[in-house]
């Protein structure tokens, strides 16, 4: 397995659709593979395929809390086909806007139809974070951060500092520093 490089905001391919994978093959299953181990690596609980910069609808994901044990899970193509009408707002990270979180609203439960690793049809009833982490990645696919569902101002200050970080760490890289440290902050997992 090979860990991959994950792309950060303002990267524009995280602004791209991604089309759908016409059959899980070995290559689909491979980068399945690559992306849970490059989530696990990073750390988060979900990866999409447009984050490590290929632009294909694949999402991963793993969600072990204490309300909530699935995964891992492997799709390709996902798509919400069901969606409930009460909303439910949780404080979202994501690891291509790293230490940055906002809350956001999203439906309290949708029910998702997607591929699985053997390439068999699944739908899946997801709430509580299975249901925003769900939403989360299938937005990656189109080209959607959690960022954009946050007001413009918010927005544009985090990827303000996202820039500016961006360009610290070219500048220490030319000088030939090591990266600073970061620290652990308690925040919700990133997706």
């Known amino acids: ?35 849970l181990e490059t989530m696990y690596a990073a750390p988060g609980i979900g990866l999409a395929a447009p984050q490590v910069g290929e632009l294909k ?16 899970l492997f799709m390709a193509n996902p798509e919400i ?3 409930s009408d009460e909303d439910v707002t949780y404080e979202e990270g994501c690891l291509s806007v790293p230490e940055h979180y906002s809350d956001v609203v999203r439906p309290a439960k949708v029910k998702v139809r997607y591929l699985d690793r053997d390439g068999q049809q699944q739908d899946l009833a997801c709430e509580g974070l299975l249901a925003t982490c769900v939403q989360h990645e299938i937005d990656h696919l189109d080209g959607i951060l959690f960022i954009d569902h946050i007001s413009a101002l918010k927005r544009n200050m985090i990827l303000r500092k996202l820039l ?28």
């Open 1 to 35: 397995m090979t860990l991959k490089t994950i792309l950060t905001a303002p990267d524009p391919r995280l602004k791209k659709k991604s089309l759908p994978v016409a059959a899980v093959d070995a290559d689909v299953r491979q980068l399945m593979d690559d992306m």
């Open 57 to 72: 609808r694949v999402v991963v994901l793993h969600i072990d809390r204490e309300d909530t044990k699935v995964g891992p």
């Open 81 to 83: 086909v069901e969606a």
């Open 164 to 191: 500016k970080a961006r360009k610290e760490k070219e500048r220490e890289a030319a000088e030939g520093k090591s990266p600073a440290e970061t620290k652990e902050k308690d925040h919700a997992p990133a997706l």
